[in-house]
């Protein structure tokens, strides 16, 4: 293995420069040292799989250490054929198999990491151009590194020249779950590569976000009709319709909506939400949905050297962009069970003032349902360094009051944004609305990155009407309450004791020792009432921690029936 202090080594694509080293090395190995082909005047060694291949090269100081031929479906041949028959391979010959071949390093380096790094890279080749199936022929001296690297060996073996082969295969999901099981091993080898392939070192993972019950209904959406057999508790829109004046000019120009381009720049909604929100409208962006406008500010604000401090637990999108797609430093600021997942600001301010790029904070938070008061946020924002950019999510602030927003506060200021979901709040989770509100000087760099028509027509429409209707969400807003509220009582009458007293049109709570959270779920789902596992939204959550959304009085009584059932199910197995 190469030690720390081993300068790095770069993996690319192999230009044709590259290409011409490549075959002058194939020549020195597999001619003069290996002699598996004929010495030659011109010192270089290709062969007709050339036309076709790709080839991943590693360099030190701009010479070539090694490579690696990845030779993809639409070669009419592969390499494999030389030696073996194709029934051989366990796979069909089809547009998801590829060739892994030609994994060489000079000499100098072959005590090294530099062999799992090129195999590494040549399993993330296919994988991110959509293969499932990879085969190789694999020298049987160093059989052990192709096993580390995830390749299976079929006991199916032949002789080259001076050294002995052996057929192996692979299957990428199966790669990409061994590469998730010793992930720190990944995290080293990464640190000692310069990557320069057009994808990521590790493959992105969407953002899980429950919806489950489209499992279901039919992502297709062939089948609405079975959405009414569906309680979908697991993701949390309104239990409500949107407003009358909405469904009305949806209703009543539809046809128009779908067929028209809609206004650029969502002037006309930017300017409802100012007049209604008492905003000014230089200090307000359009997005489809919140995430939308948490991906393009995140990666407008910050790089890899940006240090972040995230609430634990909070929505999960904060870590996946952080993590995954900025690569940032991300520390959390742990929230307590014990505590109720209460906020403590004058600990969180003292961990804030350690220096921070961005600080992200849920209010009210998410999957817990606690809230800060406006009042303690204003203080704490007082005491927050100009230079350290703060994000606040208010996705559900209407179910406590649209006065606690801290729209009117962020932008007065030079290092505050409030992000506001129209989702969650106004019933329009389908049609993806939502805005930023902060100082202008930031709306104004995020508003050169923001593309034309970023909101469709109908969704603008929507918004704009829902906007409008303020009385109507209030009532829906105060009938909110008192659905969780007595959601909550009975929950704890069939058992489950510890709920987590939240503001929102959701609950958290935990299942009582020695149920199994996976068949409680498994379970609900029999009964077509679909909940959400919340473990992967913070390490402070445990393992048992469940997330359900306030439904109407009918539904919420449905619901209790069926978590009745399992629980009694489950107690009466165990």
Same mark, same amino acid.
């Given at each position: 293995?190469?030690?720390?202090?081993?300068?790095?080594?770069?993996?690319?694509?192999?230009?044709?420069?590259?290409?011409?080293?490549?075959?002058?090395?194939r020549?020195?190995?597999?001619?003069?040292?290996?002699?598996?082909?004929?010495?030659?005047?011109?010192c $270089?060694?290709?062969?007709?799989?050339?036309?076709?291949?790709y080839?991943?090269v590693?360099?030190q100081?701009?010479?070539?250490?090694?490579?690696?031929?990845?030779?993809?479906?639409?070669s009419?041949a592969?390499?494999v054929?030389?030696?073996?028959?194709?029934?051989?391979?366990?796979?069909h &010959?089809?547009?998801?198999?590829?060739?892994?071949?030609? #994994?060489?390093?000079?000499?100098?380096?072959?005590?090294?990491?530099l062999? /799992?790094?090129?195999?590494?890279?040549?399993?993330?080749?296919v994988?991110?151009?959509?293969?499932?199936?990879?085969?190789?022929?694999c020298?049987?001296?160093?059989?052990?590194?192709?096993?580390?690297?995830?390749l299976?060996?079929l006991?199916?073996?032949t002789?080259s020249g001076?050294?002995?082969y $052996?057929?192996?295969?692979?299957?990428? $999901?199966?790669?990409a779950?061994?590469?998730q099981?010793?992930?720190?091993?990944?995290e080293?080898?990464?640190?000692?590569?310069?990557?320069?392939?057009?994808?990521?070192? &590790?493959?992105p993972?969407?953002?899980?976000?429950?919806?489950?019950f489209?499992?279901?209904i039919?992502?297709?959406?062939?089948?609405?009709?079975?959405?009414?057999?569906?309680?979908?508790?697991?993701?949390?829109d309104?239990w409500?319709?949107?407003?009358p004046?909405?469904?009305?000019?949806l209703?009543?120009?539809l046809?128009?909506?779908?067929?028209?381009?809609?206004?650029?720049? *969502?002037?006309?909604?930017?300017k409802?939400i100012?007049?209604?929100r008492?905003?000014?409208?230089?200090?307000?962006?359009?997005?489809?949905?919140?995430?939308?406008?948490?991906?393009?500010?995140?990666?407008?604000f910050?790089?890899?050297?940006?240090?972040?401090?995230i609430?634990?637990?909070?929505?999960?999108?904060?870590?996946?962009v952080?993590e995954?797609?900025?690569?940032?430093h991300?520390?959390? /600021?742990?929230?307590?069970?014990?505590?109720?997942?209460a906020?403590?600001?004058?600990?969180?301010?003292?961990?804030?003032?350690?220096?921070?790029d961005?600080?992200?904070?849920?209010?009210?938070?998410?999957?817990?349902?606690?809230?800060?008061?406006k009042?303690?946020?204003?203080?704490?924002?007082?005491?927050?360094p100009?230079?350290?950019?703060?994000?606040?999510?208010?996705?559900?602030?209407?179910?406590?009051?649209?006065?606690?927003s801290?729209?009117q #506060?962020?932008?007065?200021?030079?290092?505050?944004?409030?992000?506001?979901?129209?989702?969650?709040?106004?019933?329009?989770?389908?049609?993806?609305?939502?805005?930023?509100?902060g100082?202008p000087?930031?709306i104004?760099?995020?508003?050169?990155?923001?593309?034309?028509? *970023?909101?469709?027509?109908?969704a603008?429409?929507?918004?704009?009407?829902?906007?409008?209707?303020?009385?109507?969400?209030? *009532?829906?807003?105060?009938?909110?309450?008192?659905l969780?509220k007595?959601?909550?009582?009975?929950?704890?009458?069939?058992?489950i004791?510890?709920?987590?007293?939240?503001? *929102?049109?959701?609950?958290?709570?935990?299942?009582?020792?020695?149920i199994?959270?996976?068949? &409680?779920?498994?379970?609900?789902? $029999?009964?077509?009432?679909?909940?959400?596992?919340?473990?992967n939204?913070g390490?402070?959550?445990?393992?048992?921690?469940?997330?359900?959304?306030?439904?109407?009085k009918?539904?919420?009584?449905?619901?209790i029936?069926?978590?009745?059932?399992?629980t009694?199910?489950?107690?009466?197995?165990?």
């Amino acid at each position: 293995m190469l030690s720390d202090s081993a300068p790095k080594f770069s993996l690319s694509v192999a230009s044709t420069a590259d290409r011409k080293e490549i075959y002058k090395i194939r020549h020195e190995v597999y001619a003069k040292e290996l002699r598996q082909h004929s010495v030659n005047t011109s010192c $270089e060694l290709t062969d007709s799989l050339d036309e076709c291949n790709y080839y991943i090269v590693a360099k030190q100081r701009e010479t070539v250490i090694g490579f690696v031929s990845i030779t993809p479906p639409t070669s009419r041949a592969f390499s494999v054929d030389k030696y073996f028959n194709r029934n051989s391979v366990p796979y069909h &010959f089809d547009d998801y198999l590829y060739e892994v071949r030609l #994994l060489t390093i000079i000499e100098a380096k072959r005590k090294s990491s530099l062999a /799992f790094a090129l195999m590494f890279a040549s399993f993330r080749w296919v994988q991110s151009h959509g293969g499932k199936y990879i085969v190789s022929i694999c020298r049987t001296d160093v059989i052990d590194m192709y096993k580390k690297a995830g390749l299976h060996p079929l006991n199916k073996k032949t002789i080259s020249g001076e050294v002995d082969y $052996e057929l192996c295969v692979a299957e990428v $999901e199966k790669l990409a779950q061994a590469i998730q099981q010793d992930f720190e091993y990944y995290e080293t080898l990464q640190n000692k590569i310069d990557w320069h392939l057009p994808f990521a070192f &590790f493959a992105p993972s969407a953002c899980y976000h429950g919806g489950s019950f489209f499992e279901a209904i039919g992502e297709d959406l062939q089948n609405l009709s079975k959405a009414k057999q569906v309680i979908n508790a697991d993701v949390l829109d309104a239990w409500f319709p949107p407003s009358p004046r909405v469904l009305s000019t949806l209703q009543m120009n539809l046809s128009w909506l779908l067929q028209t381009s809609p206004p650029t720049d *969502a002037k006309g909604l930017i300017k409802v939400i100012a007049e209604v929100r008492g905003l000014k409208e230089r200090s307000i962006l359009h997005g489809a949905g919140s995430s939308n406008l948490i991906f393009l500010a995140f990666r407008t604000f910050l790089n890899r050297t940006s240090k972040v401090l995230i609430l634990d637990p909070c929505y999960g999108e904060y870590a996946h962009v952080l993590e995954n797609i900025v690569q940032c430093h991300l520390n959390r /600021f742990t929230l307590i069970r014990e505590n109720g997942f209460a906020i403590d600001t004058l600990s969180l301010l003292s961990e804030v003032q350690k220096g921070y790029d961005l600080v992200v904070l849920v209010n009210p938070n998410n999957p817990t349902g606690m809230y800060v008061s406006k009042k303690e946020m204003e203080n704490l924002l007082r005491n927050i360094p100009t230079s350290t950019l703060v994000w606040i999510d208010e996705t559900y602030i209407e179910y406590v009051s649209a006065n606690e927003s801290l729209e009117q #506060l962020a932008i007065n200021t030079e290092n505050v944004i409030v992000c506001k979901s129209m989702s969650k709040v106004y019933a329009l989770s389908g049609a993806r609305a939502a805005y930023l509100c902060g100082p202008p000087h930031l709306i104004e760099t995020l508003r050169l990155l923001t593309p034309p028509w *970023a909101i469709s027509l109908p969704a603008q429409a929507a918004a704009i009407m829902a906007l409008k209707d303020e009385k109507y969400y209030q *009532a829906k807003y105060n009938e909110t309450q008192h659905l969780r509220k007595n959601l909550q009582t009975m929950l704890q009458r069939i058992g489950i004791s510890e709920v987590i007293k939240g503001v *929102a049109n959701f609950l958290l709570f935990y299942l009582p020792p020695g149920i199994s959270v996976q068949l &409680f779920l498994k379970y609900c789902r $029999e009964e077509n009432l679909y909940l959400r596992n919340v473990g992967n939204m913070g390490i402070s959550l445990g393992n048992d921690a469940i997330r359900i959304a306030v439904k109407d009085k009918e539904v919420n009584n449905k619901m209790i029936r069926i978590l009745k059932k399992a629980t009694e199910r489950l107690k009466k197995n165990s």
